[in-house]
């Protein structure tokens, strides 16, 4: 691997090209972006759909869905935006905040192996995988997210009694 495919740069590049919706309409189980006019476009990430938390909370702890870009950059990556269950973009440094793709065409080999190998099996490096493979959403004018995971929706919030 060369000095530039092993540099951040790609993930610079696709944080400025294609930024993140800094927040979605939820629908049931679909996500809509709330962005302007000639925004990429958007699909729904099989992997951790809306209301979808099983499946989901396994790559993203706390996320309630992710979008991924259909737009690449010229060197293959493409985006992936994780959201609360309120539509905010989770930032950088949430356990649940996506992270960006280096590869469509060699996703598993480049993107979830190295994943597997950071957050699975020596969780210790995740935080290394997750700095490396940080969004971005300095964009957003206001994105006061917790850093705290949002409860499941299925469990009911605690009653109080006074």
Not at 127 to 148: F, I, M, P, V
Request: charged content about 20%.
């Amino acid at each position: 691997m060369s000095p530039s495919e092993n540099s951040n740069d790609w993930r610079i590049k696709l944080n400025k090209d294609i930024p993140c919706p800094c927040k979605v309409e939820i629908h049931g189980r679909t996500l809509t972006p709330i962005a302007k006019k000639g925004t990429a476009d958007w699909q729904a990430d099989l992997a951790c759909r809306a209301r979808f938390l099983p499946f989901c909370w396994h790559y993203h702890p706390g996320a309630f869905g992710c979008l991924r870009s259909k737009e690449t950059t010229a060197g293959g990556a493409r985006q992936q935006c994780c959201y609360s269950r309120l539509g905010i973009l989770l930032p950088p440094g949430h356990q649940g905040a996506g992270t960006p793709d280096k590869s469509v065409t060699q996703h598993y080999m480049v993107d979830v192996m190295p994943w597997r190998w950071c957050c699975l099996l020596c969780p210790w490096k995740c935080r290394l995988y997750k700095e490396k493979r940080a969004g971005d959403n300095s964009h957003c004018k206001c994105n006061h997210h917790s850093t705290t995971p949002s409860p499941p929706p299925s469990l009911p919030a605690p009653l109080y009694f006074f």
